[in-house]
């Protein structure tokens, strides 16, 4: 057994003791209480042996009443114990061994948590105070947020209460039951190709427009940045707010060159995709937009893995906020609703408008969700009651004419030209290109020619 230190006092064997480090004059309590067996700390501010005693065994007899009451023996302030939480959860999220909503708890607990209930002892979070909490998330974001956003914030607040409870700084009655406000998320409206297409053309006039330098190149940029959501899927904002030249490559394939944008950060985490081949005179355009790189070509662009950021103005700067400027535009263009549905659009509905091509295409749904960075369940949640009928009323050429939901499903996606010809008229639209690759890039034609020769023996 080991011995104790001389400058150890026990008060209760096995229950309270004080110590004395060699570095401090102050005497510190340690005790343990009922089935606890973590030693608990604290100052007895004195270093008068006789006085911290007496402060021990008050103590001591105080936090016995309060664990018979069930209440917390320990108090804590909300930020101390959440920021243990928080930086726990991200841990788990790079190590790769906590769940993917780890990253949604973390963000709610450093963006809404903490910064309101920091300075609140966390055994003292009652209703009223979650009441006023609500109140005052909504004025901090502007409106009431989702039921779905909602949860994952109780949830995160649930994970600072367990850990609070588990460490002693709170007992099982002191937790406050939360609650959800929100309304249940609403698919949001879609798009057809013939009105992203109009959406282009009406931005192409209102960029020219704008009043001031800034306001023409936002819009100009903007029209950029909703055809390549469009034809990538990727998530606005969380997943091209740190997007750079550096994560785009070009990969030379036996029969084609592809795309390949590594995400830095997203939703879940960083992730990869494969762009359609389509894309590149959008790149072509972004490239243009920035004057330093007006000596280079698009294919020197890329090899030379650039660290500065995709979507920036001709005058060097990233935009403040697209999300509002994608508001506008739909307003002063008349497109802010549906014809079909009715419902609001949103940046996110370019992403569905991808899923719903690649749909119509055929891809395969576990193929889909990967590309996306969701899972195969949201797929088919919002795409499998497209999928078999329209594919086959697709190949088969002709459109539905019977009044079924079914058949009104594929009436609102279909378009009349095959879907490859939608992403090069989309790309054009905001380009100005609407030549395929092998037809406007003369040296990817070469290529693709030399891979196809050597494949059959020729010479080229």
């Known amino acids: ?192 190709t013939e009105e992203l297409i109009e959406l282009q053309q009406f931005i192409r006039k209102w960029g020219a427009e704008g009043r001031a330098s800034k306001s023409r190149y936002l819009r100009e940029l903007l029209g950029l940045y909703i055809t390549f959501i469009a034809c990538t899927g990727v998530r606005p904002g969380t997943e091209t707010k740190e997007l750079k030249w550096k994560h785009i490559e070009f990969i030379q394939k036996p029969s084609m060159r592809v795309i390949h944008i590594t995400l830095p950060q997203g939703k879940r985490g960083g992730r990869e995709l494969v762009a359609r081949n389509e894309l590149w005179p959008l790149l072509e355009k972004l490239r243009e937009l920035q004057p330093e790189y007006k000596d280079l070509t698009l294919e020197e662009l890329i090899a030379k893995k650039e660290d500065k950021h995709l979507f920036r103005m001709r005058d060097g700067t990233r935009p403040y906020n697209l999300v509002n400027a994608f508001g506008d535009c739909l307003r002063e263009s008349g497109l802010s609703k549906g014809d079909k549905d009715g419902k609001p659009r949103s940046l996110y509905s370019l992403r569905h408008y991808y899923a719903t091509q690649r749909v119509l295409e055929g891809l395969d749904f576990g193929q889909l969700a990967k590309q996306m960075g969701t899972s195969i369940l949201m797929i088919e949640r919002h795409y499998s009651h497209l999928k078999p009928l329209m594919i086959a009323e697709q190949l088969a050429g002709k459109i539905p004419d019977d009044k079924t939901a079914q058949a009104d499903e594929i009436l609102r996606y279909m378009n009349a030209s095959p879907v490859r010809n939608d992403v090069i008229s989309l790309v054009g639209a905001s380009t100005g290109i609407y030549l395929p690759l092998v037809e406007a890039n003369p040296k990817a034609t070469k290529e693709l020619k030399d891979e196809l020769n050597k494949a059959l023996g020729k010479a080229t």
């Open 1 to 192: 057994m080991r011995a104790i230190a001389d400058s150890t006092v026990v008060l209760r064997p096995h229950e309270l003791r004080l110590k004395r480090r060699s570095n401090s004059s102050l005497w510190q309590i340690h005790y343990k209480i009922g089935s606890k067996k973590k030693w608990l700390r604290i100052t007895s501010k004195t270093s008068d042996l006789d006085a911290a005693k007496q402060v021990a065994e008050d103590l001591f007899h105080e936090s016995r009443v309060l664990e018979k009451r069930g209440l917390s023996v320990v108090s804590k302030k909300f930020k101390a114990v959440a920021q243990v939480v928080s930086n726990n959860l991200k841990a788990q999220v790079k190590a790769g061994t906590g769940k993917k909503s780890y990253a949604d708890y973390y963000r709610a607990i450093d963006s809404y948590l903490m910064p309101f209930f920091g300075n609140h002892h966390v055994d003292n979070i009652t209703p009223a105070l979650i009441s006023d909490f609500h109140r005052w998330r909504t004025e901090k974001v502007g409106y009431e947020l989702k039921a779905s956003t909602q949860n994952n914030h109780n949830a995160a607040l649930n994970c600072v209460f367990d850990y609070a409870v588990e460490q002693g700084y709170m007992s099982e009655s002191q937790r406050p039951s939360t609650k959800n406000t929100g309304e249940a998320t609403e698919a949001r409206g879609i798009f057809s």
